[in-house]
């Protein structure tokens, strides 16, 4: 019983907290101007009756050149500005996970021919005048 309480409950947080970022840092609240929309839409069909749907929104949103005296009523339609500039920064905190790595304990023997003959140095690389080399 508890259980199931708690998680209805979680539920409902998790969508409160995803509407209020949706309308919070998107334009997703522009939704709601709607009825703005529709209202503009049948003072304009009352002016003009045979205006149609697809014809005011090609002249409030494609060119909006309309100089009508209803600017201001123009300006509250939605998507029809931008102000929904945020920025947010997020900050996630959390433990690293701890994970180890096998580190290998064979040890690889390898044999070197190391003769001190390749040690023996020419006097004439040391000298500053060295006679001239055949190529």
Known sequence: MIFS???????RIAIFFAVVFLFGQTELHQVLKMPVLVNHFLEHRAENPHISFL???????????IMDNDEQRDRQLPFNS????????????EE?????LPVP??????????T?????????AHSIFQPPKTV
């Open 96 to 100: 690293p996970a701890a994970f180890l």
């Open 82 to 93: 931008h102000d929904c500039m945020s920025a947010s920064a997020q900050v996630c905190m």
């Open 55 to 65: 014809f005011y929104l090609k002249e409030h949103y494609h060119k909006h050149t």
């Open 5 to 11: 309480i708690f998680t209805a409950l979680t539920r």
């Open 105 to 114: 304990e064979e040890t690889i023997d390898r044999q070197y021919n190391i």
């Open 116 to 124: 001190p003959d390749c040690f023996l140095l020419n006097n004439h």
